[in-house]
């Protein structure tokens, strides 16, 4: 009976190349390294094959043999390998960084002090999931407004290249009538024709200058600042960040990881250097004797709701399940926030467009009717 569950196990291990979208991929470049879908696919089949009792070095015999020739079966490879010389799987994944974070390491190294690896895995599928489901929907929230804006710049220019030059001939006669915005448009015309080579460096100069600057420490800190600060904006990072590290709290505290090492981890999951700094000082209250809810007291971008649920399960003990309860109302909020943000955005980019249509086209139809009035 074990020995056909394993072969059920086996045949439903889904092909980890390409045209099952879980493998590496090609790029233009050649096969691209393994992300997040890859370690998905790794981590639900591994689960899925310890369920059935088999052995941890089979099962990644067997997921590579499976693999085919991709990146992803050359780190199973490495994987078995260090296992079957004796070392632990938390050791053997933490060599490579780029595909198992610090979190997913230490949640594997507590399992397997604890015996319930494949529980872990299966919820560190459902974690990737979350999270893969939280980036679509940021993604499309914010597709459909930067199209409209990438397609009225498309308008604008070919406007001010291709349609203001067939009229600058005629205006040029009624020079002194045209009107203010028939006047801006043709000289960013005129010069964007004329000194287009001058206007082409210039815009790449200054695109590289913002992206070194936003690359640069003082510029991640500023926008980090921002996210957290800039009206409008500020609830949704906000949000973002409470469900993001809470989540990871609440299932490294589940299995056994301590409160300190797991505050530690999670630090890694945020990329905003001021919330990075906020866990940083709860861990030290919490290394120095204190509580979590003293770390988060007196922080203006951590929501009451957050610190107030904290507060009490720090005093029934209950951290892990509220840390997941909290995690999940504001993914939640969050999922429902963005919907709303996308709706609302699509009408106001319409007027945005409408507006720029309707100052173009009245500096090229003004212009038209005076210059018509003076013929007859």
């Known amino acids: 009976m074990a020995i056909e569950l394993k072969n059920q196990a086996v045949a439903a291990i889904p092909a980890s190349g390409p045209a099952r979208g879980a493998g590496p991929g090609m790029s233009l470049f050649g096969p691209r390294p393994p992300g997040s879908r890859d370690r998905m696919a790794f981590t639900e089949q591994l689960a899925l094959l310890l369920e059935t009792g088999m052995p941890l070095h089979t099962a990644l015999h067997t997921m590579s043999n499976q693999a085919g020739s991709t990146p992803m079966r050359s780190i199973i490879n490495d994987l078995a390998a260090d296992i079957e010389s004796g070392q632990r799987f938390a050791t053997a994944i933490s060599r490579h960084p780029a595909l198992f974070s610090t979190t997913y390491v230490s949640l594997i190294s507590a399992a397997e002090g604890s015996g319930f690896l494949p529980k872990v895995l299966e919820q560190l599928v459902a974690e990737d999931e979350k999270r893969e489901e939280l980036r679509k929907t940021v993604v499309s929230a914010l597709t459909y407004p930067a199209f ?36 801006a448009l043709m000289w960013c015309s005129e010069h964007l024709r004329d000194y287009w080579w001058e206007v ?33 904006v500020r609830v949704i990072f906000i949000q973002l960040y409470i ?26 999951v945020v990329d905003n250097q001021l919330f990075r700094g906020l866990l940083r000082r709860v861990e030290q209250s919490v290394r120095e004797g204190g509580t979590i809810a003293a770390g988060f007291a007196d922080v203006a971008y951590v929501p009451d709701l957050a610190r107030e649920m904290v507060a009490t399960a720090e005093v029934s003990g209950n951290l892990a399940r509220v840390f997941s309860r909290v995690a999940a109302h504001y993914e939640r909020d969050l999922s429902r926030r963005l919907v709303a943000l996308s709706k609302m ?32």
């Open 243 to 268: 469900t993001q590290s809470f989540r990871v709290l609440g299932l490294s505290l589940a299995h056994g990881v301590s409160i300190s090492d797991a505050l530690e981890v999670t630090r890694d």
């Open 148 to 183: 409209l804006i990438a397609f009225s710049l498309f308008v604008v220019l070919f406007v001010l290249v291709v349609v203001f030059p067939k009229f600058s001939a005629m205006f040029a006669k009624i020079h002194d009538q045209l009107p203010g915005t028939t006047l």
């Open 200 to 232: 082409s460096a210039v815009g790449l100069a200054t695109g590289f200058l913002v992206y070194s600057w936003i690359r640069s420490p003082a510029g991640r800190a500023t926008i980090d600042r921002l996210k957290l600060t800039l009206p409008g």
């Open 345 to 376: 955005a699509e009408p106001v980019m319409l007027l945005v467009m409408g507006l720029i249509v309707g100052v173009i086209v009245s500096s090229l139809i003004l212009p038209i009717f005076k210059l018509s009035r003076a013929v007859t």
